[in-house]
């Protein structure tokens, strides 16, 4: 994969052809999605950072399921926490959200500020619907620039959201909904091995939540390792063991 941005006339088809052999090439939906976040965001012509939020239920428990880098998931998992954001309003309702200037934004709550605070300037949620499907995901794009999210951007970032849409719906086809629901769940156990890491830093340094995420994403990005790893290795450093939960099945399972 080349590390350039895509431009020219051709980005539609070079796109679509990358995703086409990412499925290919992708074993599993979350290698894919990892793939398809880097994709995204080398592809647009503006600097940009990306995400894949996934909800198994309609917009109930999301999940980020890939993200470009540890300061995305972060942003992501402050959404998940005040149960307000563009991101959430996209998969709750599938309507697409703009967000020019995150100063100068008045909903969210305090998402906006915080965005601000980490340099982000403006965001962009643009929703993914396989064909006959509802919005089972959104896609997240983030901007160090105000304004970045111009309309000829807006309109490529639809067109490659479109194909992605698509692409899931094949990844989700051939891996069927069990094995979906199964990889939802996985991502949703490692958010568990990050929640048991804050509770470690928190007790360790006598902070509070958001002090103790600051801490982690720190030690992500020093290490240059993902958010789950490091939490990982200070759950295995505290309790003498990797942490191993119970596996979590699907709603309806009979396994």
Known sequence: MTNAHV???????????????????????????????????????????????????????????????????????????????????????????????????????????????????????????????????????YSSEPNAFTEPVREQAALFAGHASGALGVALKIAGQMQFSLDLQRAMASRTVIDQALGIIMSQRRCGAEQAFDVLTRLSQQRNTKLREVASDIVTQVGGSPPAGRPLRPRGSAL
């Open 7 to 141: 431009d020219g006339g051709g980005r539609g088809e070079r796109v679509l052809a990358r995703l086409q052999a990412l499925l290919v090439e992708s074993d599993r939906l979350e290698d894919f999605l990892e793939e398809l976040v880097t994709l995204t965001a080398q592809a647009l012509p503006v600097p940009a950072h990306c995400s894949v939020t996934l909800s198994p239920q309609g917009g109930d428990h999301p999940t980020t399921a890939a993200a470009s880098d540890p300061e995305v998931e972060l942003f992501d998992q402050r959404q998940y926490e005040i149960d307000d954001g563009p991101c959430l309003s996209t998969l709750r309702t599938g309507t697409p959200h703009d967000i020019p200037d995150l100063e100068a934004e008045d909903r969210f709550g305090p998402f906006p500020d915080l965005c601000s605070e980490y340099g982000m300037c403006s965001m962009l949620s643009l929703p993914l619907t396989p064909p006959r499907q509802q919005v089972c995901g959104v896609m997240n794009l």
